[in-house]
């Protein structure tokens, strides 16, 4: 039995692991086709893994054309309410700032040609949209900004249902075998019988249970944050990456701003406790951009970790040692930008593997 107390289906075409945002997208894509779906969750409450800690930033850009396709695709569907039960679109459109070293002007004025709306490149200016580039260029999206990550997988999850989905959290998976062929999957709760299993258990891949091992190990890195309150003098500002520093900050609400910086700390436990050091780094590289950080109280510092490993436009599956089950590459810490896009080809591609002949 599982947490609500009902019985787990027998069998089913597709089983989900994780219901974070990357198991929510392809659970959705995989119902809406009219599969048969079952995601499970080990935790008892939703969003958490990476997807409830994280800050949401979308913008089209990636300095890898692959994701940049993915993340213009997304950025499309998070700004589309008919694509949403609530039925508004869940996008912030507060804008994206991109700043970089002035030798990569060119490669942000063709990724400004590639994103539709009013993508532009900055250059020879000390500051745009209330962000001092402190020499630097800049690519603008007017038209990006930030998601709440836990809102869009609750939206996507309710979709799944709505379309004939199971969905159970708090039902952990024990292992995945083949039998004749096909995959079964133990869980806490009972076993069932799957055509397809996908892994998208985020920073959990990195010490997977047996069956879900991928065939190229991903690691758990270290994601820090901090969240400040603005002070009323202090303008509003764009979400910002400074791909020189990989420094970065967002609006939380009206009065709150989200900091962040590389957290190089791998093999990371998920609750590990807040890093003050890095805390102090981050403050430091963000105050040449938002001088009014100096200012600024600190409310609090979040840490997780995501999954990381091989780009995941070095394709978005990856093998494992039990056929017809595939775990979802590591995200490098962007997972949100990707997810609607990346669920959509992941969902393809499990769709397709469900309905092909038993080996
Ligand atoms: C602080 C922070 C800030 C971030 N900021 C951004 C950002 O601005 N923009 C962006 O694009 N990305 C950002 N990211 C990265 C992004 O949040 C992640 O890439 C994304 O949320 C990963 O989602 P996921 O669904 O793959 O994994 P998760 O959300 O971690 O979900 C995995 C799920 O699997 C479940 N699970 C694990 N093992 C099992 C098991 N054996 N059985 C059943 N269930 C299991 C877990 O309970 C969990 O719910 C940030 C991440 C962090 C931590």
Not at 213 to 239: G, K, L, M, N, Y
Not at 253 to 274: K, N, Q
């Amino acid at each position: 039995m599982s947490e609500d107390g009902t019985a787990l289906p027998a069998g089913v075409d597709v089983v989900v692991v994780g219901a974070g945002i990357t198991g929510a997208s392809i659970a959705h894509h995989l119902a809406r086709r009219g599969v048969s779906v079952v995601v499970l969750d080990r935790s008892p409450t939703p969003a958490a893994g990476a997807t409830g800690r994280s800050g949401g930033m979308v913008r089209g850009y990636d300095p890898d054309p692959v994701i940049g396709d993915l993340a213009r695709a997304s950025l499309a569907a998070y700004r589309d309410p008919a694509r949403w039960r609530s039925g508004r679109a869940p996008l912030r459109a507060v804008g994206a700032v991109t700043a970089a070293d002035p030798a990569e002007e060119p490669a942000l004025r063709e990724a400004a040609a590639r994103i539709a709306g009013s993508a532009h490149v900055v250059a020879g200016q000390a500051e745009v949209a209330g962000v001092r580039l402190a020499g630097g260029v800049a690519l603008v999206e007017p038209e990006a900004g930030w998601v709440a990550p836990a809102e869009v997988a609750a939206d996507w999850l309710a979709q799944a249902r709505a379309d004939g989905a199971v969905v159970r959290q708090g039902v952990r998976v024990l292992g995945v075998e083949d039998r004749g062929g096909r995959p079964v999957v133990r869980t806490d709760a009972g076993v069932l019988a799957a055509g397809v299993v996908v892994a998208a258990v985020g920073p959990w891949a990195a010490e997977p249970v047996p069956g879900l091992r991928p065939a190229t190990p991903v690691r758990a890195r270290s994601i820090q944050v901090t969240v400040v309150a603005r002070p009323a003098d202090a303008p509003a500002h764009p979400t910002f990456v400074d791909l020189r520093t990989g420094g970065y900050a967002k609006p939380v609400d009206a009065d709150r701003t989200l900091i962040g910086l590389p957290h190089l700390v791998w093999d990371s436990s998920f609750d590990a406790p807040p890093d003050p050091g890095h805390a102090r780094a981050t403050l430091s590289a963000l105050t040449a951009h938002f001088p009014w950080l100096t200012a600024a109280a600190h409310l609090d510092t979040i840490r997780a970790t995501d999954a990381y490993g091989p780009s995941p436009a070095d394709g978005l599956l990856d093998r494992t040692d039990v056929p017809h089950v595939w775990s979802v590459r590591g995200w490098n810490g962007g997972g949100v930008k990707t997810a609607p896009e990346a669920g959509r080809l992941v969902a393809d591609a499990c769709a397709a593997d469900a309905s092909s002949d038993l080996v």
